[in-house]
């Protein structure tokens, strides 16, 4: 459907322009505008259809009601015990998953305000911050870390209830040995 409305959508040709504007030695205005002026429609077009697919993806997420909060709620308080208790644990993961803990607790007690945003955004700082941090990576594939992803897997699962919306609960299971 989204290819249908937008006919640049398959048109890659204008890659190549958008190569030479970013990779030009050329430091005459007049000459940079021509080439910006070649590629603008094109990567204009490719932003709006990203965009038109995140609201098509962010429209379908369940509102959650005050027992699925109860539950996210009672799993967080769980886990947040389980990581303070084990002293076994790397310090910087720990720290790192206590402190993405009471993130969720804090979005769950304004959830008014937050709404699934506010989850998602913790579960996305929390695999992205593998890539960044050796210490946490090493943790989220250690076993000892294996309550940790299933917890961002369920959780998840709870905030995305569509078939056409990709889970980030499979995302973490693949980008996450």
Request: charged content about 25%.
């Amino acid at each position: 459907m989204l290819e249908a409305d937008n006919s640049d959508f398959n048109d890659r040709t204008w890659k190549n322009d958008l190569v030479s504007l970013l990779t030009s030695q050329n430091y005459d205005p007049n000459a940079f505008i021509i080439q910006l002026q070649k590629v603008y429609p094109y990567t204009r077009n490719m932003i709006a259809l990203q965009i038109r697919t995140w609201d098509l993806i962010k429209g379908k997420s369940k509102i959650l009601d005050e027992s699925d909060l109860q539950k996210i709620k009672q799993s967080t308080n769980i886990l947040i015990e389980n990581f303070i208790n084990n002293e076994d644990l790397d310090p910087q993961a720990r720290a790192f998953s206590i402190k993405q803990l009471r993130k969720i607790l804090e979005i769950i007690e304004h959830y008014q305000i937050y709404g699934n945003e506010g989850i998602i955004e913790i579960i996305e700082e929390s695999i992205g911050h593998t890539i960044i941090n050796k210490n946490y990576q090493n943790f989220m594939k250690s076993e000892q870390s294996e309550s940790w992803k299933e917890y961002l897997s369920n959780l998840s699962s709870v905030v995305a209830t569509s078939e056409s919306f990709i889970s980030i609960g499979a995302t973490l299971k693949k980008l996450i040995p």
